[in-house]
């Protein structure tokens, strides 16, 4: 009964913002590592940030860094990806995935790393 739901996306234009959310349930949030993931058509899915299940470890891809911030309210089962700048490159689904792990360097941002993935909420960004 794990459920794990994005959302947030939208059609922006380049320069503007969106905050995305995601709900966790069947887990234990709190004892959760969370990560933001994104997927573009044709392109591998990429890791963007994750956070540790406390909040305090973040990790960020060079291309969201200074731009994206994440965040957790463990009170209110949820994660929050803050996206600021946007750019069209930044065009993609974005996924919300869960774990029992670790966010933490080089590693962090591997999908493998996280076996609990919501369907995903479409960010486009227009130029």
């Known amino acids: 009964q794990v459920q794990v739901v994005e959302s947030g996306g939208g059609l922006v234009q380049a320069g503007e913002s969106l905050r995305l959310s995601c709900t966790v349930s069947?887990?234990?949030?709190?004892?959760?590592?969370m990560g933001w993931f994104r997927q573009a058509p044709g392109k591998e899915r990429e890791g963007v940030s994750c956070?540790?299940?406390?909040?305090?470890?973040?990790y960020y891809s060079d291309s969201v860094k200074g731009r994206f911030t994440i965040s957790r309210d463990n009170a209110k089962n949820t994660l929050y990806l803050q996206m600021n700048g946007l750019k069209p490159e930044d065009t993609a689904m974005y996924y919300c995935?869960?774990?029992?792990?670790?966010?933490?360097?080089?590693?962090?941002?591997?999908?493998?790393?996280?076996?609990?993935w919501g369907q995903g909420t479409q960010v486009t960004v227009s130029s």
């Open positions: 956070i540790s299940w406390n909040g305090g470890s973040t």
């Open positions: 995935a869960a774990d029992y792990a670790i966010c933490s360097g080089a590693n962090a941002l591997l999908p493998r790393n996280f076996n609990y």
């Open positions: 069947g887990l234990t949030f709190a004892n959760l590592a």
